[in-house]
């Protein structure tokens, strides 16, 4: 936590050196450029993240090709693992890189909202558009709409409030992040526990019969 704090303190003070030295409109056009930068990333990442996280299923290594056993038992026995280690070990990292980077993203970026809040508002976005993948049919359409439609919305509201065009505010959200580290380790567990929930639920449907028909994943 020190060293984030250091490296927090270090960033502003040489950025407002860096400033001291412009006139006060050449403050104004760099304050300006580099957050239209941070703008474009966040879009750029948003895009990403609802093509992505909108999908049913999150990734496709398919590693049960790896499986060449000839002996059906032992076939069975390796699928279910490659299967286990696709989606127990494989997606929660996938899982934690998104839900992280999307909660840095706000923090960065909204105004007028305590960290803790922000945390939930993430673990609830994600974890809502991951529920709404598994609805049948419309499900994916529908997740990808609410999965980019919050976080657009939610940087809307933060562009029109006072305060929101200040690079060391941004800046000096980087020492609050270590404070809530347990917090998100806290609602990533929760949503990679969601995921496999959703997973079995999904697994018991399809071996029952249960399961309608799907339409066929666009290629994102």
Known sequence: MEVVDILSESLISYYATFLSYLPAWGQQVINLFLLILLIVAYAWFIWKFYR??????????????????????????V??????????VVLPFIIFFWFVVFTLFL????????????????????GAVRIIAYIPRYGQELAK???????????????????FFDISRILGHISLIPNFLNTIVIYLLFIIALEMLLRIIDFFLSIFGLKEPEPEEDED
């Open 52 to 77: 992505f996280v909108a999908h049913k299923n999150l990734i496709s290594l398919n590693l049960s090709k790896y499986n060449t056993s000839e002996n059906p038992v032992l076939s069975k026995i």
């Open 79 to 88: 699928g279910s693992i490659f299967y286990l280690l696709e989606y127990f």
């Open 107 to 126: 923090i960065f970026l909204t105004e007028g909202l305590e960290v803790s809040n922000i945390i939930v508002i993430s673990a609830t976005i994600v």
């Open 145 to 163: 709409e609410v999965s980019k439609l919050l976080p657009f919305t939610l940087l809307a509201i933060s562009i029109t409030k006072p305060g």
